[in-house]
């Protein structure tokens, strides 16, 4: 199973900052958080990682709680193009029990 | 990023017939890739683990005589669905490995049998 949980979905105004949050409670201290999403029909697309410290790439920012329970994934000017569903995973390395839930399903509307 | 391929994007097949699917790793060396399925509406299951030169790791209920995978080179893994059958339609979808903890995955391949 998942150790993840994210809201089933989400809408966001065209243009304005998308915040997708997600819980993981059950972290270990040598798991990363990982964010992928994944276009109607598509292959999943690597977002952002991290592990303690906030992360920043040309996507997207990635916020992680101190206590690492939690995190937030920030995409500051969404797009049409963002609708997608955007799955958060807890994995240690060489892919050790990653595993998709049920992700959240943006809707970014115009 | 790193690019990962599939071929091919889209089989129809008859029932009980084989069908081969191919993932690369177009710019790097992939020691391993992994394999999940895909049904409608439905999230991503992992089914096997393949390692190169090894034989594949399958999840719990995945039948390993069905699904055959190889992982023969560090660029190539295959995914074999023998006499495949109406409920094996599904999207598959597979990924590699970069730097031991980053996945990238490929487009995917969508399997009909009719």
């Known amino acids: 199973d998942a150790k993840t949980t994210q809201p089933t979905s989400m809408d966001c105004a065209e243009g304005r900052a998308a915040n997708l949050p997600c819980n993981h409670s059950t972290i270990s201290g040598n798991e990363y958080v990982y964010w992928y999403r994944q276009i109607h029909s598509q292959g999943p697309q690597y977002i952002i990682h991290?592990?303690?410290n906030n992360e920043t790439n040309e996507m997207a920012s990635l916020i992680i709680t101190e206590d690492r329970k939690s995190s937030t994934l920030i995409l500051p000017h969404a797009t049409l193009r963002d609708t997608a569903v955007y799955y958060c995973i807890v994995s240690g390395d060489y892919g050790q029990n990653f595993v998709f839930g049920p992700g959240t399903r943006l809707s970014v509307l115009p | 990023g790193a690019v990962v391929s599939q071929h091919p994007s889209r089989v129809i097949c008859k029932s009980g017939t084989s069908v081969k699917i191919e993932c690369r790793s177009l710019?790097?060396?992939?020691?391993?890739m992994f394999w999940y399925r895909q049904f409608p509406k439905q999230s991503l299951m992992l089914m096997a683990t393949?390692?190169?030169?090894?034989?594949?790791?399958?999840e719990q209920g995945v039948e390993k005589d069905k699904f055959l995978i190889n992982h023969a080179s560090l660029t190539l893994s295959t995914l074999t669905v023998t006499s495949a059958h109406p409920e094996d339609s599904s999207f598959y979808i597979c990924?590699?490995?970069?730097?031991?903890?980053?996945?990238?995955f490929g487009p995917g391949t969508r399997l009909t049998v009719l």
């Open positions: 990924s590699a490995l970069w730097d031991y903890n980053e996945q990238f």
């Open positions: 393949s390692n190169e030169g090894s034989k594949a790791t399958y």
């Open positions: 710019d790097f060396q992939a020691t391993t």
């Open positions: 991290g592990l303690k």
